[in-house]
């Protein structure tokens, strides 16, 4: 059983900046990737960004790429999403989840992929 909380998130302004973390309760957090998801009020829960066990290798939704930057600390049992020059479309509840297997492009994009998820934490976008 894996615990993930995040925190981070908050109100910014449109063009702003955030940094949200999700840390771990296990130990063996360099053995699960690591995704992040956001989900809008009456929407499905999306695709952000994830990070493969092996952490040179990331992977982004078009309409974050370049703005956002996924990244993770195993001594620290934490991953991050660096989020820069904020929309007002990217308001949403955030969620990292995890994945006791190995990720690929394909599955990172798909929430069946992930067995832990945490609570969430809204970031809103004023413009």
């Known amino acids: 059983q894996v615990q993930l909380v995040e925190s981070g998130g908050g109100l910014v302004q449109a063009g702003g900046s955030l940094t949200l973390s999700c840390a771990a309760s296990?130990?063996?957090?360099?053995?699960?990737?690591m995704g992040w998801f956001r989900q809008a009020p009456g929407k499905e829960r999306d695709f952000v960004a994830a990070?493969?066990?092996?952490?040179?290798?990331?992977y982004y939704t078009d309409s974050v790429q370049g703005r956002f930057t996924i990244s993770r600390d195993n001594a620290k049992n934490t991953v991050y999403l660096q989020m820069n020059s904020l929309k007002p479309e990217d308001t949403a509840a955030y969620y990292c989840?995890?994945?006791?297997?190995?990720?690929?492009?394909?599955?990172?994009?798909?929430?069946?992929?992930?067995?832990?998820w945490g609570q969430g934490t809204q970031v809103t976008v004023s413009s």
């Open positions: 989840a995890a994945s006791g297997g190995e990720i690929t492009y394909g599955s990172s994009r798909n929430p069946r992929s992930y067995d832990y």
């Open positions: 296990r130990r063996t957090f360099g053995s699960y990737a």
């Open positions: 990070i493969r066990r092996s952490y040179s290798t990331t």
